[in-house]
């Protein structure tokens, strides 16, 4: 299930966010040419062999995501709340960071970690399972492991969910560091500080 989802990721980011790839040689705009011109420097800066699709999805929210199967097969795409809130520098900074996830291979060493949590949560919760149903008389066996594996799968995908945040904090830190080294440190830091602005901001428009 991880695989497929890996494989249809770029796909189903496209139509759910309703993403409008851009066309490198006939943008739209001036702006869709400077954010292509951004993700495909920064792309030669990161070592890629290609440059990812890139494209720009409305909303207000200030986000962006890199998602696709392969370092060939990626998408990084941006808001237009991102392109209409933050300046230059701090674009810049913010599509770094999606590019060196898309560098390290982020999305597939993720699909692989979540492959493994969901295989021991499977197997571990039958064994689990089966263990308790021992413990009672044989007629009810079968109702009894049949709601032990519910219940351990739910214990042990809350407990697998904490190894897979960690792992996934892991990596945004290490893609900081990657946008500060193909960005500059100053414009990572200083996108760090406009999320972190807007952030605040929404928060008190909020109360």
Known sequence: ??????????WMAKMMMKVKVIDPSRPASA?????????????????????PEVGIYQSREVNAFAT??????????????????MDDDAVEGVIAHEVAH????????????????NTFVVFFSRIAAIIVSRFVRSEIQWIVQFVAIIVFQILFSIL?????????????????????????RDKMAHALRSLKMYVDRAKIDDR
């Open 1 to 10: 299930g991880a695989f497929i989802s890996l494989a249809m990721s770029r």
């Open 31 to 51: 702006q869709e040419r400077a954010v292509y011109e951004k993700v495909e420097r920064l792309s030669r800066a990161a070592g890629l062999a290609h440059t």
């Open 68 to 85: 696709g199967p392969t370092k060939k097969r990626s998408l990084v795409a941006v808001s237009q709340g991102l392109l209409d809130t």
């Open 102 to 117: 898309v560098a390290n291979g982020d999305m597939v060493t993720m699909t692989l970690l979540q492959g493994i949590v």
């Open 160 to 184: 697998g969910s904490f190894v897979v945040s960690a792992y996934s904090r892991h990596r945004e830190y290490h893609a900081d560091r990657g946008g500060a080294d193909l960005a500059g």
